[in-house]
T-cell receptor
Framework: DVKVTQSSRYLVKRTGEKVFLECVQD?????MFWYRQDPGLGLRLIYF???????EKGDIPEGYSVSREKKERFSLILESASTNQTSMYLC????????????FGEGSWLTVV | GQNIDQPTEMTATEGAIVQINCTYQ??????LFWYQQHAGEAPTFLSY????GLEEKGRFSSFLSRSKGYSYLLLKELQMKDSASYLC????????????FGKGTMLLVSP
């Protein structure tokens, strides 16, 4: 079974802290994604990556950056956390060949106080 | 721009049939997905349509009309465990399987 693992399920951080959310997939997928999910707004794409060291902005990249140093790992970085970044963050991956099945991680619940 | 609309909430009774509609207006179209998401969990894949018509998979079916920008998810023989949020998502012209999601439809199945 494909596994997308998000290392932290629940985090509480203070305003202004730097926050790292880690995601690892074990299926050698080229494409990886970070979404955030908020009530009434649905899932929104923050950043995605289609190869090592490659990254593209999604629909709401402001306040975030990403890192893809290894194919299996895609990190989301909040340089200076703010309360409006309190959300559930979902990592996903898929391969280029099929791309029709996109696998999601379990989600990381981030609260910024 | 991207716009995907689906009803916010629906209720149905165990054993019944329910249809969840989704309309979309997106920059390009490269397939439509339906996901199920239980509270506090990750979305799980239900179906994928890229051509017009009906795709059936067990109790779940999904229909697509590209000319109308319309899809629906049909759930038959509803069970209590089908209570969940159902997400409609479109793969657009950006490629790399990036998806634009609707806000989701919360389905409550009652006994």
């Amino acid at each position: 079974d494909v596994k997308v693992t998000q290392s932290s399920r629940y985090l509480v951080k203070r305003t202004g802290e730097k926050v790292f959310l880690e995601c690892v997939q074990d299926m050698d997928h080229e494409n990886m994604f970070w979404y955030r999910q908020d009530p009434g707004l649905g899932l929104r794409l923050i950043y995605f990556s289609y190869d090592v060291k490659m990254k593209e902005k999604g629909d709401i990249p402001e306040g975030y950056s990403v890192s893809r140093e290894k194919k299996e790992r895609f990190s989301l970085i909040l340089e200076s956390a703010s309360t409006n970044q309190t959300s559930m963050y979902l990592c996903a991956s898929t391969d280029t060949a099929t791309g029709n099945t996109i696998y999601f991680g379990e989600g990381s619940w981030l609260t910024v106080v | 721009g991207q716009n995907i609309d689906q009803p916010t909430e629906m209720t149905a009774t165990e054993g019944a049939i329910v249809q969840i509609n989704c309309t979309y207006q997106t920059s390009g179209f490269n397939g439509l997905f339906w996901y199920q998401q239980h509270a506090g969990e990750a979305p799980t894949f239900l179906s994928y349509n890229v051509l017009d018509g009906l795709e059936e998979k067990g109790r779940f079916s999904s229909f697509l009309s590209r000319s109308k920008g319309y899809s629906y998810l049909l759930l038959k023989e509803l069970q209590m465990k089908d209570s969940a949020s159902y997400l409609c998502a479109v793969r657009d012209q950006r490629g790399y399987s990036t998806l634009t999601f609707g806000k989701g439809t919360m389905l409550l199945v009652s006994p």
